[in-house]
Antibody
Framework: EVQLQESGPGLVKPSQSLSLTCSVT?????????WNWIRKFPGNKLEWMGY???????NYNPSLKSRISITRDTSKNQFFLQVNSVTTEDTATYYC??????????WGQGVMVTVSS | DIVLTQAPLSVSVTPGESASISCRSSKSLLSSKGITSLYWYLQRPGKSPQLLIY???NLASGVPDRFSSSGSETDFTLKISKVETEDVGVYYCGHRLEYPTFGGGTKLELK
């Protein structure tokens, strides 16, 4: 069974960088599909942040493109999110998820990140 | 940007009754390949979102056929027949043209 699990610090200071890891089991991230980061803000709004595909190419939400980076470690079957220069508006629950061309079919359990001094 | 607007913000349903949720897109979601890029997700309390419907009207794996979806290029409706306790949560529509965006969510509660 495909499983995704996010990990990373729950508290980040303003102006610092936020770094999260998504560990994938049950499927190789180099086989196929797109591997996404999505966040949910307090109040229910969902925002797609970007993806890295099986070939290693990335695509980002235009509103975040200048601040984020998605990379991967194929030897560990993990992909990563880095968000630079965070503000309190980056406080959210962050999810990683797989896009299988028929939708976001597998999601991690989510990691809550608070930006606060 | 493609904006998806959901209505209502919340709906309260008696178990066994039906519920409908609307999703309106600011642009056509019909792709150049003839696929309607409209998806429905459910986030149950304390859980991650799960895929319910893909490409406007196709049930995702394991989703009961009490769920159905239909629409045009810009207006879509998710219908839940015979609502059950497990259907409680927040429903989102989403698309993947240009770059993916989601509707604001509709909270379904039981009366």
């Amino acid at each position: 069974e495909v499983q995704l699990q996010e990990s990373g610090p729950g508290l980040v200071k303003p102006s610092q960088s936020l770094s999260l890891t998504c560990s994938v089991t049950g499927y190789s991230i180099t086989s196929s599909y797109r591997w996404n980061w999505i966040r949910k803000f307090p109040g229910n709004k969902l925002e797609w942040m970007g993806y890295i595909n099986s070939a290693g190419s990335t695509n980002y939400n235009p509103s975040l493109k200048s601040r984020i980076s998605i990379t991967r470690d194929t030897s560990k079957n993990q992909f990563f999110l880095q968000v630079n220069s965070v503000t309190t508006e980056d406080t959210a629950t962050y999810y990683c998820a797989r896009w299988n061309y028929s939708g976001l079919d597998y999601w991690g359990q989510g990691v809550m990140v608070t930006v606060s001094s | 940007d493609i904006v998806l607007t959901q209505a209502p913000l919340s709906v309260s349903v008696t178990p066994g009754e039906s519920a409908s949720i609307s999703c309106r897109s600011s642009k056509s979601l019909l792709s150049s390949k003839g696929i309607t890029s409209l998806y429905w997700y459910l986030q149950r309390p304390g859980k991650s979102p799960q895929l319910l419907i893909y490409q406007m009207s196709n049930l995702a794996s394991g989703v009961p056929d009490r769920f159905s979806s239909s629409g045009s290029e810009t207006d879509f409706t998710l219908k839940i027949s015979k609502v059950e306790t497990e259907d409680v949560g927040v429903y989102y529509c989403g698309h993947r043209l240009e770059y993916p965006t989601f509707g604001g969510g509709t909270k379904l509660e039981l009366k």
